[in-house]
C-alpha cells in the first residue's frame, strides 16, 4: 500500500516536471541577439502609415460615440455612475463677497521694499510701557492729573446709593449673569464693564452735556508715523470708544509741555525696539480715526478695553502698553485730520483716556498728543499719565471656605474698594463737571 502510494506520487511529479520541460522546448523562443535592423526599427513608421494596433492609442468612448454625452443625470437630482455628468456654465455671484472672495487688495500696488512694524489688538508688547512710551515718544507720569483728583473729591459728582449699586453690579457679574456655577472671565469681565458704563450714564440728569456722547464698538483706527527712521502704525479693532461732540481740554501746561524737552527716553538697547510688532511688506500708509466725515460726535474721550479672552492673556503691564499704544493711535489719526501730515508741535494738544479691566483689576490712563514730530528723539514729548492696578474687589467666592466645620470666609464679594469706581465715574465725567 505504501509502495503504490510512493509511485503513484512520483509518477504525478514526473508529468508535471515533463509538462514544464515540454513549454520551455516548445515554447516561444526569446531572440538571444539584437533585433534585426529594419526600416521601423531605426527611423520609425514611414509617413502617411498607420501604426499597428498594438501601438495604437484607443481613443476615449465618447469619441467613440458622439451622443453620449446628451444622456445625463441632470433629471435624475443624484449621480448614476453609467451616464454622464451635466455640463453648467460657471456661476457667478454678481457681486463682492469678503467673506468668500477675500480682502481686495491689490498686492502689486500695496507692496513695500521698507517693511512697516505693526501692533494690533493682540499684540503683547516685551517692555511693557517702557516700549510703548519709546515708540510713541511719550513721557510717563505716575498718577493721575488733577483735573480727576477734583472731579473724584467733589462729593457732588457722586451717585445715590453708589457703593450699594455697584455691588450689585460686581453680583450681577459674577454670581448672576449665567446660571453656570462657574463663569469665565471672558463672560463676566465686559458684562461688569458694560453694567459700570450704565451706571455712569445714569448721571444725565445732573449733567446734560452727558447725552451728546456716542459709545461706539467694533471701529478700526490707523495711524501711521516714523520714530528713528522706522516706520509704524497702529491700526485694527480695538476696545469700545466713547465720542463726544466737543474735546478734551488739555491736561498739562504751556510751561510743563515746554520742560519736556529736557527729558530723556529710556533706551531698550540690546533689545529693538520693535519686538513683539508685526513685520509686513504689503501695507497702506493711511490715518484713518475709523469714522466718516460729518459724523456727529468726531472726538475721541475715552478707550475702554475689557480684556477677558484667556486664549490672548496680557500681563497687567501689556495691558497697560496696549492702551497706551492705541490712545496714541487714535489721538494722532485725529490731529492728522485736523492739522494736517506735516509734523508739527500742536497749537492746541489732543487728549485721549484709557481704561482697561479684566474683571477684577482696572488701569487708568491719561494720554495728551502735544507734537506729531515723532521722528527724533528731542524736542517737545507727549505726556501720559498712569494709575496702575486699582483693585474694584479683592476676591468673589461662590461658595464659603469651611474648615473644620467652620466658615471661615463666607460666599460673596470681598474686599470692595470704592476709590476704584470713583476714578472710574471721574473719566467719564471728565469734560463736563
Same mark, same amino acid.
Given at each position: 500500500?505504501?509502495?503504490?502510494?510512493?509511485? #503513484?506520487?512520483? $509518477?504525478?511529479?514526473?508529468?508535471?516536471?515533463? +509538462?514544464?520541460?515540454?513549454?520551455? &522546448?516548445?515554447?516561444?523562443?526569446?531572440?538571444? #541577439?539584437?533585433?534585426?535592423?529594419?526600416?521601423?526599427?531605426?527611423?520609425?513608421?514611414?509617413?502617411?502609415?498607420?501604426?499597428?494596433?498594438?501601438? +495604437?492609442?484607443?481613443?476615449?468612448?465618447?469619441?467613440?460615440?458622439?451622443?453620449?454625452?446628451?444622456?445625463?443625470? *441632470? #433629471?435624475?437630482?443624484?449621480?448614476?455612475?453609467?451616464? $454622464?455628468?451635466?455640463?453648467?456654465?460657471?456661476?457667478?455671484?454678481?457681486?463682492?463677497?469678503?467673506?468668500?472672495?477675500? /480682502?481686495?487688495?491689490?498686492?502689486?500696488?500695496?507692496?513695500?521694499?521698507?517693511?512697516?512694524?505693526?501692533? +494690533?489688538?493682540?499684540?503683547?508688547?516685551?517692555?511693557?510701557?517702557? +516700549?510703548?512710551?519709546?515708540?510713541?515718544?511719550?513721557?510717563?507720569?505716575?498718577?493721575?492729573?488733577?483735573?480727576?483728583?477734583?472731579?473724584?473729591?467733589?462729593?457732588?459728582? !457722586?451717585?445715590?446709593? @453708589?457703593?450699594?449699586?455697584?455691588?450689585?453690579?460686581?453680583?450681577?457679574? =459674577?454670581?448672576?449673569?449665567?446660571?453656570?456655577?462657574?463663569?469665565?472671565?471672558?463672560?463676566?469681565?465686559?458684562?461688569?464693564? *458694560?453694567?459700570?458704563?450704565?451706571?455712569?450714564? $445714569?448721571?444725565?440728569?445732573?449733567?446734560?452735556?452727558?447725552?451728546?456722547?456716542?459709545?461706539?464698538?467694533?471701529? =478700526?483706527?490707523?495711524?501711521?508715523?516714523?520714530?528713528?527712521?522706522?516706520?509704524?502704525?497702529?491700526?485694527?479693532?480695538?476696545?469700545?470708544?466713547?465720542?463726544?461732540?466737543? /474735546?478734551?481740554?488739555?491736561?498739562?501746561?504751556?510751561?510743563?509741555?515746554?520742560?519736556?524737552?529736557?527729558?530723556?527716553? !529710556?533706551?531698550?538697547? /540690546?533689545?529693538?525696539?520693535?519686538?513683539?510688532?508685526?513685520? &509686513?511688506?504689503?501695507? *497702506?500708509?493711511?490715518?484713518?480715526?475709523?469714522?466718516?466725515?460729518?459724523?456727529?460726535?468726531?472726538?475721541?474721550?475715552?478707550?475702554?478695553?475689557?480684556? #477677558?479672552?484667556?486664549?490672548?492673556?496680557? =500681563?497687567? !503691564? @501689556?495691558?497697560?502698553?496696549?492702551?497706551?499704544?492705541f490712545a496714541f493711535g487714535n489721538a494722532l489719526a485725529k490731529a492728522r485730520s485736523q492739522y494736517g501730515d506735516e509734523p508739527r508741535v500742536l497749537e492746541k494738544p489732543i487728549v485721549v483716556q484709557s481704561v482697561g479691566t479684566d474683571g477684577q483689576r482696572f488701569q487708568f490712563l491719561v494720554f495728551q498728543l502735544n507734537t506729531t514730530d515723532l521722528d527724533p528723539s528731542h524736542g517737545v514729548k507727549n505726556l501720559a499719565w498712569i494709575d496702575a492696578d486699582q483693585l474694584l474687589y479683592e476676591d468673589a467666592r461662590h461658595r464659603p471656605e469651611i474648615r473644620k466645620k467652620v466658615v471661615t470666609i463666607p460666599a460673596g464679594i470681598h474686599g470692595y474698594q470704592p476709590a476704584t469706581f470713583k476714578k472710574f465715574l471721574a473719566f467719564y465725567l471728565h469734560g463736563v463737571v
Amino acid at each position: 500500500m505504501l509502495f503504490s502510494r510512493w509511485t #503513484g506520487r512520483r $509518477a504525478a511529479c514526473g508529468a508535471l516536471c515533463g +509538462q514544464r520541460r515540454t513549454k520551455m &522546448v516548445y515554447g516561444p523562443r526569446r531572440p538571444k #541577439g539584437p533585433l534585426p535592423s529594419t526600416p521601423w526599427t531605426v527611423r520609425g513608421p514611414p509617413p502617411g502609415a498607420t501604426l499597428p494596433w498594438y501601438l +495604437q492609442k484607443v481613443p476615449p468612448v465618447r469619441e467613440q460615440v458622439r451622443d453620449l454625452d446628451v444622456v445625463t443625470y *441632470e #433629471g435624475k437630482l443624484h449621480r448614476v455612475p453609467w451616464l $454622464a455628468k451635466p455640463q453648467h456654465e460657471k456661476w457667478e455671484r454678481g457681486w463682492r463677497d469678503p467673506w468668500r472672495d477675500g /480682502p481686495c487688495l491689490d498686492v502689486q500696488s500695496s507692496y513695500h521694499e521698507r517693511p512697516c512694524y505693526i501692533c +494690533q489688538q493682540l499684540t503683547r508688547l516685551l517692555e511693557g510701557v517702557k +516700549q510703548a512710551s519709546w515708540l510713541t515718544k511719550t513721557k510717563v507720569i505716575d498718577g493721575l492729573p488733577l483735573q480727576i483728583h477734583s472731579i473724584m473729591t467733589n462729593v457732588a459728582n !457722586e451717585l445715590e446709593n @453708589q457703593d450699594e449699586r455697584v455691588l450689585n453690579a460686581i453680583f450681577h457679574a =459674577r454670581f448672576w449673569v449665567s446660571s453656570e456655577e462657574e463663569i469665565m472671565e471672558e463672560t463676566y469681565c465686559p458684562t461688569l464693564l *458694560e453694567d459700570l458704563l450704565h451706571l455712569c450714564r $445714569a448721571m444725565a440728569t445732573k449733567h446734560p452735556l452727558l447725552a451728546k456722547r456716542m459709545l461706539a464698538r467694533d471701529y =478700526r483706527v490707523a495711524a501711521t508715523w516714523e520714530r528713528e527712521s522706522v516706520l509704524l502704525q497702529v491700526r485694527g479693532v480695538n476696545g469700545r470708544l466713547l465720542n463726544a461732540v466737543s /474735546p478734551l481740554e488739555p491736561v498739562a501746561s504751556e510751561d510743563e509741555i515746554l520742560a519736556s524737552e529736557n527729558d530723556v527716553l !529710556e533706551s531698550l538697547y /540690546p533689545i529693538a525696539p520693535t519686538v513683539d510688532l508685526h513685520e &509686513v511688506n504689503t501695507y *497702506e500708509t493711511k490715518n484713518d480715526t475709523g469714522f466718516q466725515a460729518g459724523y456727529p460726535y468726531p472726538h475721541p474721550h475715552t478707550i475702554y478695553f475689557a480684556h #477677558g479672552d484667556r486664549y490672548h492673556r496680557m =500681563r497687567p !503691564e @501689556q495691558l497697560r502698553a496696549k492702551m497706551l499704544m492705541f490712545a496714541f493711535g487714535n489721538a494722532l489719526a485725529k490731529a492728522r485730520s485736523q492739522y494736517g501730515d506735516e509734523p508739527r508741535v500742536l497749537e492746541k494738544p489732543i487728549v485721549v483716556q484709557s481704561v482697561g479691566t479684566d474683571g477684577q483689576r482696572f488701569q487708568f490712563l491719561v494720554f495728551q498728543l502735544n507734537t506729531t514730530d515723532l521722528d527724533p528723539s528731542h524736542g517737545v514729548k507727549n505726556l501720559a499719565w498712569i494709575d496702575a492696578d486699582q483693585l474694584l474687589y479683592e476676591d468673589a467666592r461662590h461658595r464659603p471656605e469651611i474648615r473644620k466645620k467652620v466658615v471661615t470666609i463666607p460666599a460673596g464679594i470681598h474686599g470692595y474698594q470704592p476709590a476704584t469706581f470713583k476714578k472710574f465715574l471721574a473719566f467719564y465725567l471728565h469734560g463736563v463737571v
